[in-house]
């Protein structure tokens, strides 16, 4: 179980890089979700994008998916 997370990761990491300077498209933001773990359905994936993708370019950049990380602290912070 440890190496399947361990791989999940790696593959992750290696997606996002890969991705990084154009931002991941819907199809590859699902796929990355995916393999860390994270179920996300094409639905949700098109809600979550059109949330954060600031710019409307189709895309999750670097920068919006920092906000994304930003807002769910402010969300967790609150439950607290």
Known sequence: MR??????????????GAAAAAGLEMSAL???????GVGLGPAEAAA???EFD???????????FTQVIAAAK???TKKK
Do not use: C, P, W, Y
């Open 3 to 16: 190496h399947e997370r361990g791989e999940q990761k790696r593959r992750a990491k290696e997606g996002a």
């Open 30 to 36: 699902v796929a990355e979700f995916a393999a860390l």
């Open 48 to 50: 979550f994008l059109a």
């Open 54 to 64: 600031t710019n409307g370019d189709g895309r999750m950049s670097i920068a919006e």
């Open 74 to 76: 402010r969300k967790e």
